[in-house]
């Protein structure tokens, strides 16, 4: 492939991804604006506002979709997902959170040696703190629990349709699929900003787009995503609910034993990885098999009525039940 030809592919990937981003970016701003324009403080209704803001970008970008998908390059991909590896990507889930939580525990170290890291932790904490800006005896406790559930349900599935359905789908268009990951992943990084989140973010964001790629479903990021949120956000606001009463031991307890028991899963989380991609190099080689028979099956029609056709439908019906049935390359 020519310079040229280089360009011509991935440029206009580069770009269609770079318009979801920014149109992700846009409905933000827009969610905002409409809040202001209403008179709603955003910040008692936080809940309120995280819903409609990942409703809309679920929608827009459902369209974004729809509109740039051609029928045999579809942006957003479902290929069949099983549930041994529903059951992986919730391993690598908890995994991905234990590595978020060292990441953050040795940031917490570093910051009393070292200011401009200490400043950081700071601004993190107080961008993950539901009530940084606002006391809790203001905000509803419906609004509270809201937010809770947008953060682990909604947002997961929003940010997912975003950032591996429209941007590394884009990608995938001029690049190879491992190099979309990463890209994909810069993007996902970036969005989080150039502080505290942008370190675990960029490696979230490749592991997620990884899943991805390994699956083919875009129902997987979002599975390891919900996990990874329900785990590491949302059981955490809903304790902080001062008048659900639940006490601080127990809070305190609860959370650092779902810290401590993704830190061990860690090392089970990379070998759920490796599993996904097993079961990726087994896909791929059953696909091969079955393009094989295909071909033997047609070749030997050929030999045997002379003619040169296309592959028939019948043949291609009983290869597509051949790998169905784990029977690639044996007569039916």
């Known amino acids: 492939m020519t310079f040229g030809e280089h360009v011509r592919i991935k440029i206009p990937a580069l770009l269609q991804a ?15 604006f409409i809040f202001e324009l209403f008179g ?8 309120v506002f995280n819903t409609f803001a990942a409703i809309v970008i679920f ?10 998908s051609r ?27 234990g590595f978020v939580a060292t990441y953050i525990g040795i940031a917490n170290r570093i910051s009393a040696y070292y200011e401009p890291v200490r400043e950081a932790y700071v601004e993190y904490q107080d961008n993950v703190d539901r009530y ?66 942008i370190g675990y973010a960029l490696v979230c964001g490749f592991i997620i787009a990884g899943c991805y790629h390994l699956t083919e479903n875009l129902i997987a990021p979002m599975i390891l995503h919900t996990v990874f949120n329900i785990f590491g956000s949302g059981i955490a606001n ?19 034993a779902i810290n401590l028991t993704s830190i061990i899963i860690m090392p089970v989380a990379v070998i759920a990885f490796a599993y996904l991609v097993s079961v990726k190099r087994k896909r791929k080689a059953d696909k091969k098999k ?7 099956r047609e070749e030997e029609k050929a030999e045997a ?22 029977t690639a390359g044996e007569e039916a």
Not at 40 to 47: A, E, F, M
Not at 72 to 97: S, W, Y
Not at 240 to 248: C, D, F, N, T, V
Not at 290 to 296: K, L, M, P, R, S
Request: charged letters at 15%; aromatic letters at 10%.
């Open 18 to 32: 770079a318009i979801g981003m920014v149109a992700f970016i846009g409905i933000e701003y827009f969610a905002y």
């Open 40 to 47: 709603i403080d955003q910040t008692i209704y936080r809940g």
């Open 59 to 68: 929608v827009a970008m459902f369209v974004f979709h729809k509109i740039v």
């Open 71 to 97: 029928k045999n390059t579809p942006l957003i991909r479902l290929e069949k997902i099983t549930p041994d590896q529903v059951a992986a990507l919730t391993v690598v889930g908890i995994g991905m959170l």
């Open 132 to 197: 940084s800006e606002v006391s809790q005896t203001v905000v509803p406790v419906w609004d509270s629990l809201l937010y809770a559930f947008t953060v682990s349900f909604l947002v997961p599935v929003s940010e997912e349709m975003a950032f591996r359905g429209v941007v590394y789908g884009s990608l995938r268009k001029g690049f190879g699929p491992w190099v979309s990951v990463i890209i994909s992943a810069v993007f996902f990084g970036l969005m989080h900003g150039v502080s505290m989140h």
């Open 238 to 256: 809903v304790f902080e609910i001062e008048q659900l009463g639940i006490s601080e031991d127990t809070r305190s307890t609860i959370l650092t």
């Open 290 to 296: 079955v393009e094989e028979y295909i071909a033997g």
């Open 305 to 326: 009525t002379g003619d040169d056709t296309e592959p028939s439908t019948e043949t291609a019906a009983v290869a597509a039940d051949a790998e169905e049935n784990g």
